[in-house]
């Protein structure tokens, strides 16, 4: 699509649930919509089987969804962020059934609610059984197509943000082979998390961090980036991205088991419903002492097993599995990523101009261990107080943008490895430093690697920082929990300060550097 005529707008980054929403609340103001791929095609949204929690039950209320939240985030949520999410979350749920998602629900109508793990209530609500992001994505992106107001921009992959005077200008993006410029002084990043930066995850390979790579590299403050959650249950195979196995399998009663089919979690509070760190930290164990695991779901659902999980009885099937007579072979596996760029209750960044929705913000509610379906719910809420944000505030003055250098298209996968190899579920000091020591030179060589290992990198600081074992950052020579518990921001200029004290290669921090300078 043409650029004539777009210039001042807007423009959201990113084409999945939190991108969809914020540019359907921005409505009727004119916006446009960046997105990599078709709408939502390669979205971890779209991927989503659990559900979006709200307290809709009669036994349930948003003081009990806040509790939970904040104990699964150990002590680092922010319980006034935390708080509005979860009161809002029940008239999110009607506001998306309006936009024409068809929840599941019951013959009366009312909604089907399921538990998964560290909710003390049934309060997650599905559609297409085990298919919510799809339906969702589904429903957004119909909607969004028939909002004139939004232009979409599919195919176009934004490579950089352009800062003057200390605020957001513009935007450098790539589509159809051709650079191409757009002069805003307004830029929503909602561009997902960074699982693609690891061998086994859950998340498209493309999602490795590109929207944290933007907001740091023009210069905003990203917090919290060592907290990386890995699901416990992803169906062990080739395929990537790596099938999820719903944590609703087991709210329905399934077990993990290794090979001799020892329940391993029997002892421990909460068992297979215990927080995701605890549970994946047991299976990743299992697999360290060099056994495997699965999850048998054969005593608590048996032949029903397709009728309430369809797609995953699906993916189970394809693998050569049938769940209602086999158990299903899992391992943990990098799902979602509870740091991100640094915002306040209103989604605004450090930098002016520039705000974040979704998984690419740190917005406080998730803290060390984000709470089993509250991301989509995280990202509908926060959309709309992000638009009326960005609607209040000053469009800025039309620039005339200066030449700029294109970066190559990033590639992750140079930096799997030493990522996997470092920032998984377990950590060291030695095997962090090490990883420093080796991505410095990747992200000073300006090549396809190199957004991809800058976020590897700043991870790695954070990770190296937080010398303690809080959710799902835990280091294995550090293994206490500090009774003070603290946030930690970081910025580009603080890391390669770090990197530099680390390194080997002290010219090649040097020149990054002075190249910030």
């Known amino acids: 699509m043409t650029m004539h005529n777009r210039h001042g707008r807007p423009v959201i980054v990113g084409g999945g649930i939190a991108g969809l929403m914020a540019a359907l609340h921005l409505a009727p103001e004119p916006v446009v919509l960046v997105s990599k791929t078709a709408l939502g095609d390669e979205a971890s949204s779209v991927l989503a089987q659990?559900?979006?929690?709200?307290?809709?039950?009669?036994?349930?209320?948003?003081?009990?969804h806040l509790a939970d939240t904040l104990a699964a985030g150990d002590g680092l949520c922010d319980e006034v962020a935390a708080r509005r999410v979860v009161e809002a979350a029940p008239q999110v749920i009607e506001h998306l059934a309006r936009l024409g998602v068809a929840f599941d629900r019951t013959p009366d109508g009312t909604l089907l609610l399921g538990l998964e793990a560290a909710h003390s209530r049934r309060r997650i609500v599905h559609a297409g059984?085990?298919?919510?992001?799809?339906?969702?994505?589904?429903?957004?992106?119909?909607?969004?197509r028939r909002t004139p107001s939004i232009a979409i921009l599919e195919g176009v992959e934004v490579r950089r943000l352009i800062v003057e005077d200390g605020e957001i200008a513009g935007v450098l993006?790539?589509?159809?082979?051709?650079?191409?410029?757009?002069?805003?002084?307004?830029?929503?990043?909602?561009t997902g998390g960074i699982g693609g930066l690891f061998d086994?995850?859950?998340?498209?390979?493309?999602?490795?961090?590109?929207?944290?790579?933007?907001?740091?590299?023009?210069?905003?403050?990203?917090?919290?980036?060592?907290?990386?959650?890995f699901h416990p249950t992803a169906l062990d195979g080739p395929r990537r991205p790596m099938p999820l196995v719903s944590e609703a399998v087991r709210g329905e009663?399934?077990?993990?088991?290794?090979?001799?089919?020892?329940?391993?979690?029997?002892?421990?509070?909460?068992?297979?419903?215990?927080p995701r760190d605890v549970v994946a930290r047991a299976v990743w164990r299992q697999f360290e002492a060099g056994r495997r695991v699965f999850l048998?779901?054969?005593?608590?659902?048996?032949?029903?097993?397709?009728?309430r999980f369809p797609a995953i009885a699906s993916l189970c099937r394809q693998a050569g599995i049938d769940p209602a007579v086999e158990p299903i072979p899992v391992r943990p596996a990098a799902h979602y990523h509870m740091g991100g760029v640094a915002v306040d209750t209103e989604g605004r960044s450090s930098l002016r101009g520039l705000w974040a929705c979704g998984e690419v913000a740190r917005t406080g509610l998730h803290g060390a261990n984000r709470l089993a379906s509250n991301s989509l719910i995280e990202a509908v809420t926060s959309a709309a107080w992000i638009a009326a944000s960005v609607a209040a505030a000053s469009p800025g003055a039309h620039r005339r943008l200066k030449p700029a250098i294109v970066p190559p298209r990033p590639d992750a996968s140079r930096i799997r490895p030493i990522a996997s190899h470092a920032l998984g579920i377990e950590r060291d000091g030695e095997r962090l430093r090490d990883a420093a020591r080796t991505l410095v030179p990747v992200v000073a060589d300006d090549d396809a690697a190199s957004d991809p290992a800058l976020i590897a990198l700043m991870i790695t600081v954070a990770a190296l920082r937080r010398e303690e074992s809080r959710g799902s950052h835990f280091r294995t020579d550090f293994p206490r929990r500090d009774a003070q518990p603290q946030s930690l921001r970081l910025t580009l200029d603080e890391t390669l300060e770090a990197a530099a004290i680390l390194s080997d290669t002290a010219?090649?921090?040097?020149?990054?550097?002075?190249?910030r300078a």
Do not use: Y
Not at 179 to 190: I, K, N, P, Q, Y
Not at 258 to 274: K, Q, S
């Open 50 to 64: 659990g559900g979006i929690a709200a307290s809709l039950g009669s036994d349930d209320s948003p003081d009990l």
């Open 129 to 144: 059984g085990d298919a919510t992001g799809r339906v969702l994505i589904r429903a957004l992106a119909a909607a969004v």
């Open 173 to 190: 993006a790539v589509g159809n082979g051709e650079a191409m410029t757009l002069s805003t002084g307004r830029v929503v990043l909602a």
């Open 200 to 229: 086994h995850t859950t998340n498209p390979r493309g999602s490795f961090g590109q929207g944290l790579a933007l907001a740091a590299r023009a210069g905003a403050d990203v917090a919290d980036l060592e907290f990386v959650q």
């Open 253 to 274: 009663g399934a077990v993990l088991v290794d090979e001799r089919g020892w329940r391993f979690l029997a002892d421990t509070p909460g068992g297979e419903l215990a």
């Open 296 to 307: 048998d779901a054969r005593q608590c659902l048996g032949p029903k097993f397709a009728e």
């Open 507 to 515: 010219s090649d921090t040097a020149a990054l550097l002075d190249r």
